[in-house]
T-cell receptor, first 114, second 110 residues
Framework: DAGVIQSPRHEVTEMGQEVTLRCKPISGHDYLFWYRQTMMRGLELLIYFNNNVPIDDSGMPEDRFSAKMPNASFSTLKIQPSEPRDSAVYFC????????????FGPGTRLTVT | EDQVTQSPEALRLQEGESSSLNCSYTVSGLRGLFWYRQDPGKGPEFLFTLYSAGEEKEKERLKATLTKKESFLHITAPKPEDSATYLCAVSAGANSKLTFGKGITLSVRP
């Protein structure tokens, strides 16, 4: 298996622009997680899905952030409008059915908002 | 609220110098404790899952142990390629999400 796939790997954008991050989970995994990692705050969970349904979005910073999972093999995280404080590395992870199993992470998207 | 604290923040070892990394946690109803390794510019890589106090798991030079309040990642005779950030995370209650610690950055000098 190719593992979790994320695109783009790097994104540089100007403040106020819309940013869309993409993720393809491991086939057969029915949990999908979006994280943000910064030096100050470490790795923070933003939202997670089970069987394409959002279960917990309490980590989403504000209404500028939205996430969708239209099918089992694709998810997006959108930021609109973007702000400099959104600069971070965003990871997508997936895990197999059951809920208490290990998560497998993608390579991340490094977002820089100027 | 689930809390995970890792110590020390950074650790520098000489090649062959064994040591332990600590992860203390406060959760209600632990379902699992996870150790990950993260190399610069990459996503966290899964190492171990521990489910109950007293459990131990080993992989090459790494051994993870679990008590009711903390977990240790023991590194025996480390090599420079073991240099990385090691993250600890917990899953608790009915939730499937992981709460991560800030990580321990390990540097092993040849």
């Amino acid at each position: 298996d190719a593992g979790v796939i994320q695109s783009p790997r790097h994104e540089v954008t100007e403040m106020g622009q819309e940013v869309t991050l993409r993720c393809k989970p491991i086939s057969g995994h029915d949990y999908l997680f979006w994280y943000r990692q910064t030096m100050m705050r470490g790795l923070e969970l933003l939202i997670y899905f089970n069987n394409n349904v959002p279960i917990d979005d309490s980590g989403m910073p504000e209404d500028r952030f939205s996430a969708k999972m239209p099918n089992a093999s694709f998810s997006t995280l959108k930021i609109q409008p973007s702000e400099p404080r959104d600069s971070a590395v965003y990871f997508c992870a997936s895990s197999r059915p059951g809920g208490a199993y290990e998560q497998y992470f993608g390579p991340g998207t490094r977002l820089t908002v100027t | 609220e689930d809390q995970v604290t890792q110590s020390p923040e950074a650790l520098r070892l000489q090649e062959g110098e064994s040591s332990s990394l600590n992860c203390s946690y406060t959760v209600s109803g632990l379902r699992g404790l996870f150790w990950y390794r993260q190399d610069p510019g990459k996503g966290p890589e899964f190492l171990f899952t521990l489910y109950s106090a007293g459990e131990e798991k080993e992989k090459e030079r790494l051994k993870a142990t679990l008590t009711k309040k903390e977990s240790f990642l023991h590194i025996t005779a480390p090599k420079p390629e073991d240099s990385a950030t090691y993250l600890c995370a917990v899953s608790a209650g009915a939730n499937s999400k992981l709460t991560f610690g800030k990580g321990i950055t390990l540097s092993v000098r040849p």
